[in-house]
């Protein structure tokens, strides 16, 4: 089976990188030894957006540790059983061969029961939408089947006159995690446990202001900076879990200056960097430092174990459901508030699921 790979603007990249990106046709290949896998979706192909994101990207990133598997552009609008078809085998190539998914465009337009073939592959399964609305998400058209195959939902930076007060409200009762681009930007690392914990993560360019990022529909003078969107770029590519890391949103024909194209290349770089990172650690033995907390709230005594990895300077905490101790990554802001005998949400939101289930 054959996907149409758009080349011109970027052959001479390339071949430039020739040993690091190889470009997929056959999708019964062997692909051992790949790390990172491309697949961009457009509307149909006069869309410029993936080939503009790429040929910035190529300018970007020549490392000689890295092998990328390249399966083009596929386009929903030309055939759309065979779209389906070519995004159910490539999901299933990189399950098989353990390989990084980085999707450039609309993760909507994926069938719901393609993306739920992933989750046989996870104990669990959570997604991250890091965005300043939901409109035409791939979460406002399948809202009513969410909870079918994710455990967690965290929505995260959005703006209140963007948002519907009352949808939010029926998230925050589905025990759905919901925070407002405020809180987010007034310290972004305690928002990394997050990242860490996801399995799909999908940022938008819209959610990043106007001012560092033009090109996107219902983009906003406020939003994050070029800097904070590369910092949780950054965060993505540090999560052991994650299976899909989209970046969606962009539209070439609203660029200036390549901004947009230029950014969206700098947001897959920092992945990739972390990602890298994340690889060069995994022989390195973790070595934590553990601390006992008991959080009393309404004459509930909860016992909270934190454990705080010397090495990589992240926090878990844990607690027994049925005699099995659960993980679940934390911030200092979490393990510093229960000293203090107080919940923070995300704390609240774990603990409410326990007592509840």
């Not at 961009?40 to 190529?58: M, P, Q, R």
């Not at 791939?138 to 809202?143: D, N, P, Q």
């Not at 929505?155 to 519907?164: D, P």
Request: one cysteine or more; aromatic letters at 16%.
């Amino acid at each position: 089976m054959e996907i149409k790979i758009e080349k011109k603007d970027f052959t001479d990249f390339l071949q430039k990188i020739s040993s690091v990106v190889t470009d997929i046709y056959d999708l019964d290949s062997d692909l051992s030894g790949f790390q990172i896998a491309f697949i961009g979706i457009e509307e149909n192909d006069e869309s410029k957006n993936v080939i503009e994101i790429k040929k910035y990207l190529l300018e970007l990133y020549k490392s000689a540790d890295l092998k990328i598997a390249d399966f083009g552009t596929v386009y929903y609008n030309a055939d759309l059983i065979g779209f389906e078809q070519k995004i159910g085998k490539v999901f299933d190539l990189v399950s098989k061969f353990n390989i990084q998914l980085i999707l450039l465009g609309d993760l909507s337009k994926i069938n719901f029961n393609i993306l739920s073939k992933l989750r046989k592959h996870n104990e669990d399964f959570n997604f991250l939408y890091l965005n300043s609305h939901l409109k035409n998400s791939f979460f406002e058209k399948y809202y009513e089947k969410f909870d079918s195959i994710f455990d967690d939902f965290y929505f995260l930076g959005f703006q209140n006159y963007m948002v519907n007060a009352q949808l939010i409200e029926k998230m925050n009762q589905k025990q759905y995690f919901c925070s407002r681009f405020s809180e987010l930007t007034n310290d972004l690392s305690d928002f990394e446990p997050f990242f860490r914990w996801s399995h799909i993560i999908q940022l938008d360019m819209a959610s990043i202001k106007f001012a560092d990022s033009p090109a996107s529909e219902n983009v906003s003078p406020n939003g994050f900076s070029a800097n904070e969107i590369c910092r949780l770029a950054y965060m993505s590519g540090l999560s052991d879990k994650l299976n899909i890391f989209c970046l969606s949103g962009y539209s070439n024909k609203l660029d200036i200056a390549n901004t947009s194209a230029k950014l969206s290349a700098q947001i897959i770089w920092h992945f990739i960097d972390a990602y890298l990172f994340k690889k060069s650690q995994k022989n390195i033995n973790d070595d934590f430092k553990v601390f006992h907390v008991t959080v009393e709230k309404d004459n509930i005594k909860t016992e909270l174990k934190f454990s705080l990895c010397r090495n990589t300077n992240r926090w878990w905490f844990s607690f027994l459901d049925n005699g099995k101790e659960i993980f679940i990554p934390c911030s200092n802001i979490d393990y510093e508030s229960a000293k203090s005998n107080r919940f923070t949400k995300r704390i609240s939101l774990y603990v409410s699921k326990k007592h509840n289930s």
